[in-house]
């Protein structure tokens, strides 16, 4: 069974870069596709990034490319999203998710979903 946990929110400021992470303590997560999204007060969520299940090929919304950079170690079970130059409008709750496929497809959906860091961005 899957159970994600994400890691590394909280409040930070504008232009500053966390990290964040997420651990799959269910199984190994080596066989398929891994994304972030992100839901801001009073939106829809949204995709921020995914990648495919061996680390060789990333995808990224418009809104964050080259900003944001998504990795992961499949032996220690980990994905992360590294955010850059952040500003106030990537506020949001944060969520890891997981796709039953190799590699990212986005009509196929998510199969699970963390259950989201907050990180906050103060100007």
């Known amino acids: 069974q899957v159970q994600l946990v994400e890691s590394g929110g909280g409040l930070v400021q504008a232009g500053d870069s966390p990290r964040l992470s997420c651990a799959d303590s269910?199984?190994?997560?080596?066989?398929?596709?891994m994304g972030w999204f992100r839901q801001a007060p009073g939106k829809e969520r949204e995709f921020v990034a995914a990648i495919n299940w061996s680390g060789g090929r990333s995808y990224y919304a418009d809104s964050v490319k080259g900003r944001f950079y998504i990795s992961r170690d499949n032996a220690k079970n980990t994905m992360s999203l590294q955010m850059n130059s952040l500003v106030p409008e990537d506020t949001a709750v944060y969520y890891c998710a997981v796709q039953y496929n190799n590699y990212w497809i986005e009509r196929y959906g998510v199969d699970y979903w963390g259950k989201g860091t907050l990180v906050t961005v103060s100007s």
């Open positions: 269910g199984r190994p997560f080596n066989n398929y596709a």
